[in-house]
């Protein structure tokens, strides 16, 4: 009984428990890779940010208005000189903390052509998303994105289109 | 060796001073001119030098945080780029295999 009580507790607490950054060791990959790309934002830095962010520019109006309820964002992107620096293993690792009841898979794209796998995950939280993770693997490169707090893809993917980025319409480019 | 210790002796056998030895030495003192006090020890150079180091520290974290803001803004900007277009990249993929197969 009294087990089962401690175990309701620790389930309500786990509910009530704030986003937070997904556990992932870079140790292995950071020591291969020949770039590396590291970008660790936590609440009060992204909240710094804002205020430097232009109200004038579009495109960081855009971004400040996508990270304004945002707690973290993560970035660690590896580029390495040649194909296996990284193993299906060290995916798997970097997956093990996706799994579900908390986190669920929405998107597991694969291309033959280029070698390149995107893998975007969601965090449910109440009627919306908690957070977001995203492993995209090349042969010579690996990136993984966490991001905590409320997210709207809808808006991140539009930015796909800004910064240099080109938008994607499958559509649009048949008609072409 | 005898003559040795007699030596010794002699070199420390104690010496009266000349008489007028105090007078020489107070007429030295009283001759030195009286340093006057130095300029840090006045209360206003106090003031303005710990005004100065406040003012100093003050723009030093300003500019501290500054830098931390624009360096906090490239990184938001560098890590919504990264992760927009991974997405974006995703979203292509799946709207090419939904297309194949509507097609």
Redesign the interface.
């Known amino acids: 009984m009294k087990a089962a009580g401690l175990l309701t507790l620790s389930l309500l607490l786990a509910g009530a428990a704030p986003a937070q950054q997904v556990k992932w060791n870079f140790d292995k990959l950071a020591a291969r890779a020949s770039d590396t790309v590291d970008v660790s934002l936590d609440g009060s830095l992204l909240r710094l940010a804002t205020k430097f962010l232009s109200d004038d520019d579009k495109d960081e109006a855009q971004v400040k208005k996508l990270v304004g309820g945002l707690k973290g964002v993560y970035v660690r992107s590896f580029e390495f000189k040649k194909p296996g620096e990284y193993s299906e293993a060290d995916l798997d690792s970097f997956r093990a903390p996706l799994r579900p009841p908390d986190w669920q898979r929405i998107v597991g794209a694969h291309s033959n052509e280029d070698g390149e796998t995107v893998e975007v995950y969601i965090k449910s939280e109440g009627k919306g998303i908690g957070g977001l993770a995203i492993i995209a693997s090349e042969p010579k490169e690996l990136t993984l994105v966490n991001i905590v707090g409320a997210i709207d893809l809808d808006s991140l993917s539009e930015l796909g289109g800004h910064f240099g980025i080109p938008e994607v319409d499958v559509e649009k480019e048949k008609k072409k | 060796m005898a003559s040795f210790e007699d030596e010794l002796r002699s070199a420390l056998r104690r010496r009266e001073p000349p008489q007028d030895f105090t007078e020489r030495v107070l007429a030295r003192v009283a001759a030195a001119p009286v340093r006057s006090a130095t300029r840090m020890s006045q209360p206003w150079v106090r003031w303005v030098a710990a005004i100065a180091a406040a003012l100093l520290l003050a723009v030093g974290s300003l500019e501290y945080?500054h830098y931390?803001?624009?360096r906090?803004?490239s990184?938001?900007?560098?890590?919504?780029?990264?992760?927009?277009?991974?997405?974006?990249?995703?979203?292509?993929?799946?709207?090419?295999?939904t297309?194949r197969s509507n097609s």
């Open positions: 945080r931390q803001g624009e906090a803004k990184q938001i900007l560098l890590a919504v780029r990264i992760a927009g277009g991974k997405l974006n990249k995703a979203q292509k993929k799946v709207q090419m295999v297309h």
